[in-house]
């Protein structure tokens, strides 16, 4: 096997036993620490941190530690997150959390230089479209990562079935369920409240287990690979170096596409924060809960098959604009829909086709940034995070605020504002574009790769 793609593989199980777990009990928060809204707290302070680790840990960790052992230590704090659930209260799954969010983010920009500096590598070697290679390879990425969403959920799922009792839902409750909801208590009751503790220890223990698996398979069996900015920054160490590491994600902004590109990565936080904290709140009860969620990741896991397979014939605008028209679409129907028992099966549509949208979001956006800001990975995905990140803080921030309709339309105008700014994106690269059949067959992008 050609060694680039297998360090992939190793870096994809490995995000695959880690978000298994993480997955799952982000999902599981808001039932399982209810008590004065604890479980959606973590959540926010989770992804506040993560901001702030956004700003400047990215680029001092990977230049000191090299990807590899960045990866390594940040899954840690993510198996700190699934400890601090055995025992949950304000003074264990905060801190807990705060460190999550801290190794957040080098966690994913570690990820993403990567595959990227590994796509170059190959692309130069074997004489390869440099497109093409780095999409390949987040593709690679992502169609086995994505089915982390289907084990932890399955697992959760097989876990507390056995617990779980049925709800009856009253007519006059119903008059309050979907997007103009009343902003009452949710029906369904919740899932500490009907567990046993020993049930919820065998998934924290399952799903900690699968953590420690992750950083196993990294350490053992993920070659080294070193950033070419890496190398001619060593003076990092060095005070003034430092800080100007610290301001890097802020000098980033420099680059008019990277603020271009600001709404498209807020909304890709605006839209997971949305189904994992509404739609399995307002449009499910606790008995189809677990069933939607594994249906959801099972439909994004299936559509990520059918993009890694098609991906190199798409544009990045065509693969966005089939993600925007079935977004748009959901929330549209969102919005008029009147959801009823017994129309079990439109429950499980909108995920299917949520799943797809946030396949293409997530893929293509990846691939996106490493292949526009080429010359300054680690400083483009600590945006990448920062931005996303701060999408989910504010979707967390006013879940239980607003109701649900005015967050559908939030979405939408968020959705809307992001594809007109990246359709500047793609304005800018083909003005600045050679179009010369050297250059494509070189992989060159355009002089806008270049700037700072």
């Known amino acids: 096997m050609e060694k680039n793609l297998k360090n992939v593989l190793v870096i994809a199980f490995g995000f695959l036993l880690l978000f298994t777990a ?63 659930n055995f025992y949950a209260s304000w003074y264990t799954l905060i801190p807990a959390s705060v460190i999550l969010g801290l190794g957040g983010a080098p966690l994913w920009s570690a990820k993403c230089t990567y595959l990227t500096t590994a796509g ?81 220890y065998t998934l924290l223990g399952i799903y900690t287990a699968s953590g420690v698996l992750a950083v196993f398979l990294i350490v053992i069996f993920l070659d080294q690979i070193k950033s070419d900015q890496a190398e001619t920054e060593k003076e990092i160490l060095e005070p003034s170096s430092l800080w100007s590491t610290f301001l890097a994600t802020f000098q980033h902004l420099k680059d008019k596409r990277q603020c ?7 909304y890709s936080g605006f839209e997971q924060g949305f189904l994992s904290g509404d739609y399995t709140k307002v449009w499910t009860t606790i ?31 065509l693969s966005f604009s089939t993600a925007t028209v079935t977004n748009t679409a959901c929330i549209i129907a969102l919005l008029l829909w009147k959801p009823h028992p017994k129309q079990l099966a439109v429950f499980f549509v909108f995920p299917a086709l949520w799943g797809l949208s946030d396949a293409i979001w997530q893929t293509q956006t990846n691939g996106l940034y490493g292949i526009l800001f080429e010359k300054h990975k680690e400083a483009a995905f600590a945006n990448y995070r920062l931005w996303e990140s701060l999408g989910f803080v504010i979707a967390f921030g006013y879940s239980t605020k607003l109701q649900v309709y005015i967050k559908l339309y939030i979405l939408l105008s968020v959705l809307l504002l992001s594809m007109v700014t990246y359709g500047a994106v793609e304005y800018l690269e083909a003005k600045s574009s050679p179009g010369t059949p050297a250059a494509a067959a070189k992989g060159n992008v355009g002089p806008l790769t270049e700037e700072t």
Request: with cysteine; proline share 3%; hydrophobic share 45%.
């Open 287 to 317: 008995e189809t809960l677990f069933l939607s969620a594994w249906f959801l990741c099972l439909c994004g896991y299936l559509s990520l098959s059918v993009l890694f397979i098609i991906t190199f014939m798409l544009l990045f605008f």
């Open 22 to 84: 993480y997955g799952g009990l982000q999902n599981l928060q808001s039932s399982l620490h209810s008590q004065e809204g604890l479980g959606v707290a973590s959540l926010s302070v989770l992804y506040a941190a993560l901001i702030l680790s956004s700003m400047f840990l990215p680029p001092v960790l990977i230049k000191k530690l090299g990807c590899k052992w960045t990866i390594a230590g940040s899954m840690c704090c993510y198996i700190a997150f699934s400890l601090g």
């Open 120 to 200: 170059n590598s190959y692309a130069e070697k074997a004489g390869k479209n440099v497109k093409d290679v780095i999409n390949q390879y987040f593709g690679v990425f992502f169609l086995v990562f994505q089915s982390s969403g289907i084990w932890g959920n399955l697992i959760s799922s097989l876990i507390f079935s056995q617990a779980t009792t049925k709800v009856e839902v009253s007519e006059e409750k119903l008059a309050c369920c979907g997007a103009y909801d009343c902003m009452t208590e949710p029906t369904n009751t919740t899932v500490s409240t009907e567990l046993p503790n020993s049930l919820i």
């Open 260 to 266: 271009l590109l600001i709404p498209l990565t807020m």
